[in-house]
């Protein structure tokens, strides 16, 4: 998957989606799972999916949720269409949208990722930065049994620059929907992004 520019405007494309084409568990499953629906991608709308709130759907990542039986897409629900910007602050104060579909290609919106530590309103709390909010970037997603598990980029402020601390946060979820922060990664860095976590073995890598 990829993110198309247009109009200062994000939309979800469809480049290569052949891990959906042929799902295969990225570790041994704790129990049977519903296997999904494969994606016919001879039919793939483009764009595929346009944030209704902020027109600023970036980062998507796509996961069977065996819970609702469903396709969800999470992504950065980019301030894209924010008035009067101020240096790149658009970019920031972001939460995680979440859109659901049942065959992979027509996607329906239906909110935010809930949950603690300012999950659920990231522009609520103050924050470390000249304006009020923290930002949430780049989630990456794995089903261990029936839980799901969400890492995630933590600005610790909204900023109208390249500044501020950004660490990885670890929650879990039930549903997909409502989440529970479990811990926060211990890197040698505060100003990591984009994590992608799997595993070989006995052995988890974060890259």
């Given at each position: 998957m990829n993110v198309m520019l247009k109009k200062s405007c994000f939309a979800?494309?469809?480049?290569?989606?052949?891990?959906?084409?042929a799902p295969m568990p990225l570790f041994a499953q704790t129990a049977p799972q519903p296997q999904p629906p494969l994606i016919d991608l001879s039919k793939a709308p483009a764009p595929m999916f346009d944030d209704p709130v902020w027109h600023g759907a970036t980062d998507p990542f796509v996961i069977w949720n065996p819970v609702k039986?469903?396709?969800f897409m999470y992504y950065t629900q980019r301030r894209s269409t924010l008035e009067n910007p101020n240096g790149v602050d658009w970019v920031?104060?972001?939460?995680?949208?979440?859109a659901t579909s049942d065959n992979g290609l027509n996607?329906?919106?239906?909110?935010?990722?809930?949950?603690?530590?300012?999950?659920?309103d990231p522009l609520s709390v103050k924050g470390a930065g000249p304006e009020p909010g923290?930002?949430?970037w780049a989630p990456c997603f794995l089903m261990q049994g029936k839980v799901m598990h969400m890492w995630v980029v933590r600005v610790d402020g909204v900023y109208s620059n390249w500044t501020g601390k950004r660490n990885i946060l670890?929650?879990?979820s039930d549903d997909g929907i409502n989440w529970k922060y479990l811990s926060t990664a211990q890197l040698s860095t505060d100003r990591?992004?984009?994590?992608?976590?799997y595993r070989v073995g006995d052995l988890w890598y974060m890259v």
């Open positions: 979800i494309g469809l480049y290569v989606m052949a891990a959906l084409l039986s469903q396709w920031h104060g972001s939460r995680i949208g979440i996607w329906k919106y239906i909110g935010t990722c809930k949950g603690d530590d300012d999950l659920t923290i930002t949430w670890h929650f879990t990591v992004i984009d994590p992608t976590v």
